[in-house]
């Protein structure tokens, strides 16, 4: 099984709908992460949580929000999805000793 | 607050030849560097990291980087290409004092090696 796992791999929804991307990890690590990818503007943060009563929010945070149900678990959600928010979506967990991140294989969202 | 600069958005290269992917970065304490690879379809991968020591960084599939503190630069570079090292390649750049173990990255640069 992968370090990091996103579900659903894919999803096309409509304008309005309620969305929500899912992440699990078995690297045991307390730092979880959500990122975007749009082309020409790199990953970029939306949310991160430290343990299950930490969250934060990033520096692209609007019209998302995230729930962190366990240590392994951090999900996702679009309240009311936009075609603004068409992107790539990545999980990430990262240990607190300096070392880099380990991605789940993303989440391709549409939103039309 | 931390950003990194990758000023080319593609690269070309031919098979055999060394190949650059230049980075900048700027962090008001000491950085913490990364290369990460993507190829299509894929998630990141993690290429090689800095964060003490060695200013030379070795990493994956041959790949080594440079920290240079008086350019703010951190390049990563191949003697050899390889087709299949054609991908998208980021640079990131972690402040260690900031709260949080952000992740800041580049725009990313697409490789192309050609045979």
């Known amino acids: 099984d992968a370090d990091v796992t996103q579900t659903p791999r894919n999803r096309i929804t409509k304008t309005g709908k309620r969305i929500m991307l899912e992440c699990s990890q078995t690297?045991?690590?307390?730092?979880m992460y959500w990122y975007r990818q749009d082309p020409g503007l790199g990953l970029r943060l939306i949310y991160y949580?430290?343990?299950?009563?930490?969250?934060n929010k990033g520096e692209i945070s609007d019209g998302y929000s995230v729930s962190r149900q366990a240590q392994a678990k951090f999900s996702l959600s679009l309240e009311s999805a936009i075609p603004n928010q068409t992107a790539l979506y990545f999980c990430?967990?990262?240990?607190?000793?300096?070392?880099?991140?380990?991605f789940g294989s993303g989440t391709r969202l549409t939103v039309v | 607050a931390q950003s990194v600069a990758q000023p080319e958005d593609q690269v070309n290269v031919a098979e055999g030849n060394p190949l650059t992917v230049k980075c900048t970065y700027s962090?008001?304490?000491?950085?913490?560097l990364f290369w990460y690879v993507q190829y299509p379809n894929r998630g990141l991968q993690f290429l090689l990291k800095?964060?003490?020591?060695?200013?030379l960084v070795k990493g994956s599939y041959g790949f080594e980087a440079e920290f240079n503190k008086s350019q703010t630069s951190f390049h990563l570079k191949k003697p050899s290409a390889l087709v299949s090292d054609s991908a998208l390649y980021f640079c990131?750049?972690?402040?260690?004092?900031?709260?949080?173990?952000?992740?800041?990255f580049g725009a990313g640069t697409i490789l192309r090696v050609k045979s």
């Open positions: 990430a967990t990262s240990d607190p000793l300096g070392g880099g991140y380990t």
């Open positions: 690297k045991g690590h307390d730092r």
């Open positions: 949580s430290f343990d299950v009563k930490d969250i």
């Open positions: 962090v008001s304490g000491n950085p913490y």
């Open positions: 800095y964060i003490t020591g060695d200013n």
């Open positions: 990131a750049v972690r402040d260690p004092m900031e709260y949080g173990n952000k992740l800041v």
